[in-house]
């Protein structure tokens, strides 16, 4: 009948054990991509932090982005904040490197390309949600286009 409970916090349930490869990893970025990487009401900051499953402060002060977790956590806020950055000033470019395992592409037909998007791109956002996933528009490679479809990364 006895339920003690042990107030040691190695006794379960007291926070996750952080990985042996944890880490942080910092950035320096420009102002308009402090506030791109922010986001309205810190939405974004908070997307790329759920979907890489990393920790990431943002010190605007100093335009730095600090990342926290395991190696590929990491990597992966990494190259998430680069995406959304590279957004900001033109088509996301990707490299046969930056796939380590959560990439998948699919060809859009430009007529879709809207509808896929959504007004504002909120259906993309509404897909991102619900999946907990990131998606862009993007350049494969060298960026050769075939306009009858884009890439949606």
Not at 32 to 48: P, Q, V
Not at 100 to 117: C, I, K, N, S
Request: include cysteine; aromatic fraction near 8%.
């Amino acid at each position: 009948r006895s339920r003690s409970r042990s107030r040691s916090p190695s006794a379960g349930g007291g926070g996750k054990r952080k990985p042996d490869d944890y880490g942080v990893d910092t950035m320096k970025i420009s102002d308009d991509d402090a506030a791109f990487i922010l986001g309205k009401g810190g939405k974004t900051k908070e997307k790329i932090s759920r979907v890489s499953q990393a920790e990431i402060e943002l010190f605007e002060r100093d335009l730095i982005l600090e990342i926290r977790g395991s190696k590929m956590q990491r990597r992966r806020a990494k190259k998430y904040a680069e995406g959304v950055m590279a957004q900001r000033t033109g088509p996301v470019s990707i490299t046969s490197d930056y796939d380590d395992g959560d990439l998948t592409m699919l060809q859009v037909p430009q007529e879709a390309v809207g509808f896929v998007t959504g007004r504002a791109g909120n259906f993309l956002r509404t897909i991102e949600e619900e999946w907990c996933t990131l998606m862009f528009f993007c350049e494969v490679g060298s960026g050769r286009n075939n306009r009858e479809y884009e890439k949606l990364a």
